[in-house]
């Protein structure tokens, strides 16, 4: 009797382990593009520096002034994508896990 209580709990449980993996999953994933986007911004921070070293009229600087923005941009909307694809991911997986978790638990009635 012990072991079939311990087995149910095992079970009843192990949809929360899931839940735990996916939002762990979820969690390196954001943390992995932040990490990505910090070091892009970074790199184009240092890039921006020498470069504006090497200006020497003004329209020059405006023009490297806009590309280091369009630059910045372009790695937002692309981290920006990659977060909601992460998110959209963990979501579907969370609604299947909760799916069949009910449908599981209907079943004992």
Same mark, same amino acid.
């Given at each position: 009797?012990?072991?079939?209580?311990?087995?149910?709990?095992?079970?009843?449980?192990?949809?929360?382990?899931?839940?735990?993996?996916?939002?762990?999953?979820?969690?390196?994933?954001?943390?992995?593009?932040?990490?990505?986007?910090?070091?892009?911004?970074?790199? #184009?921070?240092? %890039?921006?520096?020498? &470069?504006? !070293?090497?200006?020497?009229?003004?329209? $020059?600087? =405006?023009?490297?002034?806009?590309?280091?923005?369009?630059?910045?941009?372009?790695?937002?909307?692309? #981290?920006?994508? %990659?977060?909601?694809? &992460?998110? !959209?991911?963990?979501?579907?997986?969370? $609604?299947? =896990?909760?799916?069949?978790?009910?449908?599981?638990?209907?079943?004992?009635?």
């Amino acid at each position: 009797m012990f072991q079939d209580m311990t087995k149910f709990m095992n079970e009843s449980m192990e949809p929360f382990k899931d839940l735990v993996s996916i939002q762990t999953q979820m969690f390196e994933e954001l943390s992995r593009h932040q990490m990505e986007c910090t070091k892009a911004f970074l790199e #184009a921070t240092m %890039q921006q520096t020498q &470069a504006i !070293q090497k200006c020497k009229t003004p329209a $020059e600087l =405006l023009e490297l002034q806009q590309a280091y923005a369009k630059e910045l941009e372009q790695t937002l909307r692309s #981290a920006n994508a %990659q977060n909601l694809k &992460a998110m !959209q991911d963990a979501r579907a997986a969370v $609604e299947k =896990l909760a799916s069949g978790s009910l449908t599981r638990f209907t079943q004992y009635k």
